[in-house]
Structures are given as structure tokens and as C-alpha cells.
């Protein structure tokens, strides 16, 4: 593996600061020269690295929807793509992107004396009919949303804290990431590529790839990401890591099962899961806890199902190969 670039620090893998981009170009283009590293479009073997909402929100402590270990993950993450700048030919990153204003979030709905629901509260069909949470907007299609997530076996619809609103702090990437994302574009003559996912307020938008529902009363909410898929798949080999394991990794990782499954199955052995590189949800604080908010458990059951059918599931430790 190569060394690590000089500005590198894993401690400012939690830390929040402006990044250094003039100072990252430079130290990217040196170490090139260095390391005779050649433009990704001459790679023979084509590699992805593909990360998923590493973000301030997810990624950094004191965000609302901190995931315990994910500064861990992403030291691992930089590490990993560093170490292995040679063999990555192309880097894509998804970001979660959200208003104060979606049916996820608290404003959205009210119980009968108006209060919001408070974080981490599960909203099943049963509590929509029965009048326990009422939608404060969108009441015919919030309704109709909470019946296509029972019937679909979806995840129960959360109430998420304020999380990844677009202009905020939290939306950003982890700068320490953002740092990576720069420098790897400049080493490798690669531009990065990004995805904003979670823009349409009807609907939950684990999946990179797909939103949980894509049609209400006839409204289209969203449809499979054909050309991402596409771009992904032209590689030899995609690795997926970022936040979280539970949630949105999961779901885009099923997302990819799903249609490649249903496209050409040896194109599973493509996926590699860089299972140090994520970590779960916490799930809440409740006694008894209910199997669909068990969410590091889920997490593994469906790391396990994915390695069962083919996928590989791999460390940042091992080498590429």
C-alpha cells in the first residue's frame, strides 16, 4: 500500500474544519510525480469506491443523528483509499439532502393536542388510522404512505431528528473526507462524482439508488437510478462503505442485490462491503424492543444474506489484490 500524504491526521476524522483544498491539490499533484501514480483512465482493472452519506450528520459526534463508531469507520475509510490511491479509479459519493419539512421529521405530523412526535418515534398505520399521530400536511398521501410501507414489509416509518438539512453544517461531507475526495480527484485526474438523494418530501430515501415508495395517488415520488447503477456497475469492482449500516448502506446494497439479481447474477461478485467502514444505527431506548428498531441486528442479518448470495464482505486491512 502507499504511504500517506503528509496533511493527513486520522484525529481530524471527527473534527469540523474548513478544508484545505489549495494545500491538498499541492501536496496530490507531488505525490503523483512521487509515486509515479498514473491517471485512473489507464487503469486495466477498474475499480469504485463508492461512499455512502459520510456526512456531518451521520459522521461527526454532537450531530442529531450521530452513528457510534462512524469516526472510527471513516479514519478506516481514509486509510483504506490513501493506502490504495492507485487502484481506485473512480470515486462516488452519495449525500443525504432533506428540509425542516418531511415525513420523516417531527414538523410533519402531531398528535391530538398538537405536540410533534418526538425522535426515534415509530409511526405504524395502526397509530395514522387511529388518530394517535395525525400528518399537520399532506394528510391524504401520508396516509396512503404508511399503508405502502406495512404492505411493502418496509422499514416502519421513523421520526428522525433534524438531520442533513441542505445549507446546514450537517449536509456537509466530513471534511476529512472531503479532503480525500480532492485529493484522489487531483492524484488520479478523476473527477469525484456526487449523488443528492432525499430531496422529495413524501417519502424516506434510505437507498442511494431508490426512494422506500415512488408513487402516491398517482404523484411520481422518485424512480430506480438506472444510470448510477449503470456507472457502478461498469467497474470491475465497486466498494461500498459509509453511514449507516443499518439504514441507507443496507438499503442501497439490497437496492444493487435486487437488480443485479434480476439483470445477470455474476455480477454480485463485483460488491465488496468494506464491513469496517460502516456502522449501525443505535437502536432506542425501549424495553421490550421491537425486531424492526433492532437496528444493528438488521444491519448483520443483512450483511450475513448479501455474503450468503455472493457478495464479498471484506476489511479495509486486506489488501485489494
Keep these: ?50 461512499g455512502i452519506d459520510v456526512q456531518v450528520a451521520f459522521a461527526m459526534p454532537g450531530a442529531s443523528l450521530f452513528v457510534p463508531g462512524a469516526v472510527e469507520d471513516t479514519a478506516r475509510t481514509l486509510r483504506w483509499l490513501f493506502g490504495n490511491l492507485d487502484r481506485v479509479t473512480s470515486l462516488g459519493l452519495s449525500m443525504d439532502t432533506h428540509q425542516a419539512f418531511q415525513i420523516f421529521h417531527p414538523a410533519w405530523w402531531e398528535d391530538a393536542e398538537g405536540n410533534p412526535p418526538p425522535p426515534f418515534t415509530s409511526v405504524s398505520r395502526a397509530d ?23 404492505a411493502g414489509h418496509k422499514y416502519a ?65 422518485g424512480a430506480f437510478n438506472q444510470t448510477l447503477f449503470a456507472q457502478l456497475l461498469s467497474h470491475d469492482r465497486v466498494y461500498v462503505f459509509g453511514q449507516a449500516k443499518s439504514h ?25 462491503v468494506l464491513e469496517d467502514a460502516m456502522s449501525p444505527v443505535a437502536p432506542p431506548p425501549l424495553d421490550p424492543l421491537p425486531a424492526s428498531l433492532d437496528f444493528p441486528k438488521l444491519a448483520e442479518r443483512g450483511l450475513m444474506e448479501l455474503r450468503e ?5 471484506v476489511r479495509t486491512s486486506e489488501p485489494i489484490g
Design 128 to 150: 395514522v388510522e387511529s388518530g394517535k399521530w395525525r400528518p399537520r400536511l399532506e394528510p391524504e398521501a401520508s396516509r396512503e404512505y404508511v399503508r405502502k410501507l406495512d
Design 248 to 272: 441507507c448502506v443496507l438499503s442501497t446494497l439490497m437496492d444493487l442485490r435486487d437488480r443485479i439479481v434480476a439483470t445477470d447474477r455474476a455480477l454480485l461478485k463485483k460488491l465488496y
Design 157 to 221: 416509518l421513523t421520526i428522525w431528528p433534524y438531520h442533513a438539512l441542505l445549507g446546514g453544517l450537517s449536509h456537509a461531507l466530513v471534511p476529512a473526507l472531503r479532503e480525500a475526495a480532492l485529493f484522489h480527484a487531483i492524484a488520479r485526474d478523476a473527477p469525484t462524482t456526487f449523488t443528492l438523494k432525499g430531496s422529495e418530501p413524501l417519502t424516506e430515501s434510505y437507498s442511494v439508488l431508490a426512494p422506500e415508495v415512488t408513487e402516491l395517488g398517482g404523484r411520481v415520488l
Design 309 to 313: 448470495q455472493g457478495v464479498n464482505v
Design 1 to 50: 500500500m502507499l504511504p500517506m500524504p503528509s496533511f493527513f491526521d486520522p484525529a481530524r476524522a471527527g473534527q469540523l474544519y474548513l478544508e484545505r483544498a489549495a494545500e491538498v491539490a499541492d501536496v496530490a499533484r507531488t505525490f503523483a510525480r512521487t509515486h509515479a501514480i498514473k491517471p485512473a483512465r489507464e487503469d486495466k482493472l477498474r475499480i469504485c469506491a463508492f
